[in-house]
């Protein structure tokens, strides 16, 4: 509620949509001003039911040309992220971009260029970066509770029925465990440890031929290891630790999201750390308010760099496992 209000305009009308909506009207004096889809009636009723009183477009291109929207939140399917964020760039409008931002480095990379060469601000949703319970566990690292980071376990599994017209099985829809799920154990250890020197992946694919079962070595100069899972058809814990040379950090189920963690030192004493509630996803609805009402173009928390060295994994990782795009 601190950050400074800014007027919001969603592009794409689904659940990921609803929850940020309703993130930013409940827990920020941001405003949902406008709503847009290929179907107007899909606008319409998305705004009735999570933000009233905003404009319903039946086009993307009626959303970000609305004057009264000043950031547009990208929500569409991953195979559609660069052609609406550069539609809303072109518009000269600020844009939020679910993660991953693209489908790849190179298609990252010419959405960023042209958000640099318009002067508009530009940021991959990646919320977990801007949670309470996260930078309270990087203070405890960096304070050295739990000594120096070796190693950083997480998954992200969801046993979901196969369904090939499903978004997170179509490979024209930029399918797969990986962009979808296995992105946030590759951003959390990433977050911690930096750019790793060398990527192990081993995978399975649906018959569609995307991803649906993955397992992530990742190795840094130093010695410290992440071991990272996703998976499509596996139900688990959605855990993380983080393992150091004096003791360790456990999250909770849902480490991606407003969580607890317990931090066990190497003499055995505990203690554990109790998040926040509520829609995680109005914290970087925050972090984009600060920063336009700064002038600034990208946030330091979640630097275009950083968007840029996890979207490289992901495509090693899609590499190795043999995940290719229509068009690619």
């Known amino acids: 509620m601190d950050a400074p209000p800014v007027r919001w305009g969603v592009l794409g009308a689904g659940s990921i949509a ?17 709503v847009g889809s290929r179907q107007a009636a899909k606008a ?37 992220h660069l052609e609406h964020a550069l539609l809303a760039v072109g518009a000269g409008k600020h844009v ?11 298609e990252s990379e010419l959405l960023l260029d042209a ?3 318009a002067g508009v601000f530009c940021m991959e949703a990646m919320w977990t970066r801007f949670l309470p319970h996260v930078a309270a566990l990087r203070a405890v690292i960096a304070r050295g509770e739990i000594g120096q980071v070796r190693t950083v376990q997480a998954e992200f599994d969801v046993a979901f029925p196969y369904d090939p017209e499903h978004r997170l099985f179509a490979p024209g829809l930029a399918g797969g465990a990986l962009l979808d799920l296995g992105v946030y154990p590759l951003a959390f250890a990433h977050d911690l440890l930096g750019m790793p020197e060398y990527v192990t992946v081993r995978g399975s694919l649906a018959p569609t031929g995307v991803d649906d079962h993955v397992g992530m070595l990742l190795e840094w100069a130093e010695g410290q290891q992440a071991v990272l899972h996703t998976s499509s058809r596996a139900a688990g814990p959605q855990a993380a630790t983080i393992i150091g040379t004096q003791g360790r950090i456990e999250l909770a189920q849902g480490f991606f999201t407003p969580t607890d963690f317990t931090v066990t030192r190497a003499d055995g004493t505990r203690w554990t750390y109790e998040s926040p509630r509520g829609e995680g996803k109005a914290y970087e609805a925050a972090e984009v308010a600060r920063l336009i009402a700064a002038g600034a173009v990208e946030s330091p928390r979640h630097t275009w760099r950083d968007t840029l060295e996890v979207m490289s994994l992901l495509d090693e990782a899609r590499s190795q496992v043999g995940v290719v795009y229509p068009g690619e």
């Open 115 to 117: 958000a640099r060469e």
């Open 18 to 34: 609803a929850s940020f909506a309703d993130g930013v009207r409940s827990r920020t004096r941001g405003s949902i001003t406008a």
């Open 44 to 80: 319409e009723a998305f705004t009735a039911a999570h933000a009233p009183g905003a404009r319903a477009h039946g086009s993307y291109e009626e959303l970000v040309t609305d004057d009264d929207v000043d950031v547009v939140y990208v929500a569409t399917p991953h195979s559609h």
């Open 96 to 106: 939020l971009v679910e993660k991953p931002l693209t489908r790849s480095v190179a």
